[in-house]
């Protein structure tokens, strides 16, 4: 079982739409998540980062942890083009080794 | 500019080459990280510098990778005898350093897309 599973997609959804992304974990150490967009030929972007369970916004993203059923969510309102991309998810457990999901393909059609 | 920079961005070589790639952190990160990205996959760890030490190269795949940070600033990741299996994207990440000793969230360069003939 790999540490980090994450539906690798595409995902194909209509301009507007609520995107949901997923990942879930094996490792109870790690403490800390986030979630990195990757565009074509580019470096990934860090458009979350949280320590706890719970929820967090910014913007149009919207980042929720359960450390308890260890499985991590990316929730994107009102899509757009211009978000499509891969969908990283990411986790530390302290230190200084970061595991990456695989990411999920997102395509958001006009 | 204030990002991290890679170069070159493409690298060809032909199998059994010895390879150099360049990563130009942000000015004043004390971490540096490099990665390899296969085709569809995440980004897998290889290796970690606080300033010039490495602390951790548990993820080099052979002792034909060699990395290092002389002056805790510019750092290479040197590949020997290169294999087809090393084609990939090789990406490198800076970030600050907590009072813990913990990292704070890493920023990427676009990688350095290697292509072994």
């Known amino acids: 079982q790999k540490e980090v599973e994450q539906d690798p997609g595409p995902l194909s959804v209509p301009e507007g739409a609520i995107v949901s992304l997923n990942c879930t974990y094996s490792?109870?150490?790690?403490?800390?998540f986030m979630w990195y967009r990757q565009y074509s030929r580019k470096g990934p972007e860090l458009l979350m980062y949280?320590?706890?369970?719970g929820n967090k916004e910014d913007g149009r993203f919207t980042a929720q942890v359960d450390k308890s059923s260890k499985y991590i969510s990316l929730f994107i309102r009102d899509s757009q083009p211009s978000d499509s991309a891969t969908y990283l998810c990411?986790?530390?457990?302290?230190?200084?080794?970061?595991?990456f999901g695989a990411g999920t393909r997102l395509f958001v059609k006009a | 500019g204030a990002g991290v920079s890679q170069s070159p961005r493409y690298k060809v070589a032909k199998r059994g080459q010895d390879v150099a790639l360049r990563c130009d952190p942000i000015?004043?990160?004390?971490?540096l990280f490099w990665y390899q990205q296969a085709l569809g996959q995440g980004p897998e760890f290889l290796t970690y510098?606080?300033?010039?030490?490495?602390?951790?190269k548990s993820g080099l795949p052979s002792d034909r990778f060699f990395a290092e940070r002389p002056e805790g600033s510019v750092s290479t990741l040197k590949i020997q005898r290169t294999q087809q299996e090393d084609s990939a994207v090789y990406l490198c990440?800076?970030?600050?350093?907590?009072?813990?000793?913990?990292?704070?969230?890493?920023?990427f360069g676009d990688g350095t897309r290697l292509s072994i003939l």
């Open positions: 490792n109870s150490a790690f403490q800390y």
């Open positions: 949280t320590y706890s369970s």
């Open positions: 990411a986790h530390g457990a302290g230190g200084f080794k970061t595991i």
């Open positions: 510098f606080q300033n010039e030490a490495q602390l951790d």
């Open positions: 000015s004043g990160h004390v971490s």
């Open positions: 990440a800076s970030s600050l350093l907590r009072a813990d000793n913990s990292n704070q969230p890493q920023h």
